[in-house]
């Protein structure tokens, strides 16, 4: 039997090739069985988690920016206004009550 | 020359045992990730634990010398250019069928844990069955070390998360609400329970309980839902934020490691014998003396590996494994080896508890029965000592099993010592178990088991437990070992 281009390019495909597309498949699919109600319900539970994801995300953007314009506001290294606010000492107090 | 059963389900390698070593070939195409997933944080961590099985590379002189044995020829044809591999033996290997609800708890933990540390490591966990465990002593230890690959950054599936359910969950959850014992789901179930036949076990208003809900009846009413034919549920679902991702299994790991501990086994669980030690029918001085016995022919003999059939709660193999031995327990009652997990993990003391009935071990499993070897095959010349203590009247009156026999199989397993307790028919344990057929065991007595002994065994010394009608016998195997 004559062995036509097609058959020796198929051939080279099949012994160099094959194996990797053999491991990109075990790479991608598992063995094992997925099953169908579970695999769906961990569907479902991940599309709310991620959903979860970006409000975290958001919550986290959120803060970014109110730390950003505390920033600006009062300059790198600034704390707070609330936590720089000092309060007088007892004694201090009661010795301006005094005068 | 033992022939080799090479495991054959995942196609990326195989493992065998072949004169005492346990081998691993794996595909030219998975040698590199395979040796990368050795590498990383979460493996050798979890290796210096003893946690995982420790593994090296055999170099070119040793696949050599393994290529050239005629048995190991279709494992290297299935497998050409890729890599051999040695690990370490774990002695006595058991099966999820054996286990108390309490190891598979522990098997359970342990493979969510190492799933956690390899996600970190930019690998996934591609098979979550109790199989890829094996204990040594009473913990448990990740062998199937080609069950990691690199997983794909934007995959938010787990897809091993159904099979984990299916080996850990829901036995686990079949065992404890309905007392369904693991031997028997096991035994016949290679991959576990399926949620539609716990759902079968539910009743109308159990269904809508929180666990049940998203372990059983969820998925019953999702596949129920969807056709069978439906293969677009299988393509990878690949996200292109790679972090949110990671957070979708993070967060599932958290869940199933939740669940898992709901559902870890209660600790006073009573059964009908795991109140022995404290209601048996022996006074202090005889069972002082039995207690004495034992040790002494464990000091005189100082078996490396002893078997301790009918172990009840494990009092006699913790005197074993506090002698030095590692210590094989069995009792049919799961209750009890249970107890006798948590007292080996608390002591730290090396006794692996398995539940097997001697009169009937358990089965060879597996594709050609040959991926788990029977109880008595592995048992076979594996000790230097076995204890059969209270335990020869059950098997003689409740299971019907010939005097001789039950020396015979003592014989087989043990190489060097066997401590029996001989009872007596006149004993009250003994007349309670004969239920009115005291006549079958008449003839019965002390001189009639020493002649019984006589082939097998040779007496090394013997003692009448005071006050009872039971005699303990130190004997010594005759001709060797096996």
Redesign the interface.
Known sequence: MQINDVDVVSNIFYHRYT??I??C??????????????????????AF??F???L?QTRRWIVGVIAGVFRKTFGHGQKPPVASIKIPPPEVEAKTNTE | MSAPAPSFRDPAGCCCSFHGRVLRFVAAEAVSEFEKFLQTNGARQFMARKKFVSTRRLDENETAALRAAPELQPVFNAQPGGAAFEHERIPFPSYPHEWPPEMLWAAGRLTLELAQAALADGFGLKDATPRNVLFRGSEPVFIDALSFERRNPGDPIWKPHAQFVRTFLLPLLANRRWGLPLTEIFTTRRDGIEPEEVYRFCGPLEKFKPRLLSLVSLPTWLSRKTGPDNQKIYQPHLLANTEKARFILESLFQRLDRTLDSLQPVAQKKSVWSDYMATHSYDDPAFAAKEKFVNEALREFQPARVLDAGANTGHFSALAAQAGAAVVAIDLDAACTGAIWRRAREQKLNILPLVVNLAQPSPALGWRNSECPSFLDRAAGAFDGVLMLALIHHLLVTDRIPLEEILRLAYDVTNSLLVIEFVDPKDDMFRRLTRGREALHVSLNAAVFEQACAPYFEIVRSLALPGTQRRMYCLKRKGGGN
């Open positions: 194996r990797l053999c491991f498949y075990i790479m991608i699919i598992a063995y094992i069985d997925p099953g169908l109600g579970a695999l769906l319900w961990q569907m479902i539970v991940a988690v991620g979860l994801f970006y975290k």
